[in-house]
């Protein structure tokens, strides 16, 4: 019922497992929904998503990089879009994590959304580990934060729940982080 409700596009249907249908905002005070999944890349290695609008599905196409797979997703106040990634390929390499900003633009017209990379770390460099979601607020003075929690999955002799805020720029140039 909550897929009739929410207007799911079909394709996602066969979208399954731990790689499947992963992050979902909405847009426009609820009229638009976004839905990506983690790694479920097209012929030419990107990433699949839908963008619903007007009741129409189009299928999104989001460059995929450095292998990192599309963990959640926030709206922006602009309709734009805070994309969280994450990396994990082995314990020399670490963990890491990527946020990317895409542009209502850029989200209504790209053949292929590329984004602009925001912030990159790993957990050598930063408090940085499971990073699963990501959500956008307001302060009182204005200012756009965006918080990214990570999950330790009961594990937490190897992992931690961590919560970061990072303040986004009036340029949308960059970020800086605010707590850890």
Known sequence: RLI?????PSATRAVRGNR???????LRGGKEFVFLAERLLDDDGNHTGWHV???KVRRLRIERSDEFDITD??????????LLERRFIG????VHMRLRLITAAELDDADVIRGEELFRGNNFGYAIDNMEGVDVYRTKAG???????????FN???????LLEFTLDGDKQAVRQTSD
């Open 4 to 8: 009739r409700y929410l207007n799911v």
């Open 20 to 26: 499947g249908l992963e992050a979902v905002t909405t």
């Open 53 to 55: 609008k007007d009741g």
């Open 73 to 82: 997703v926030a709206t922006l106040p602009d309709n734009g879009l805070i």
């Open 91 to 94: 314990l020399l390499d670490g």
């Open 143 to 153: 200012e756009t934060v965006i918080a990214v929690i990570s999950d330790d999955n």
């Open 156 to 162: 937490r002799a190897i992992q931690r729940t961590l």
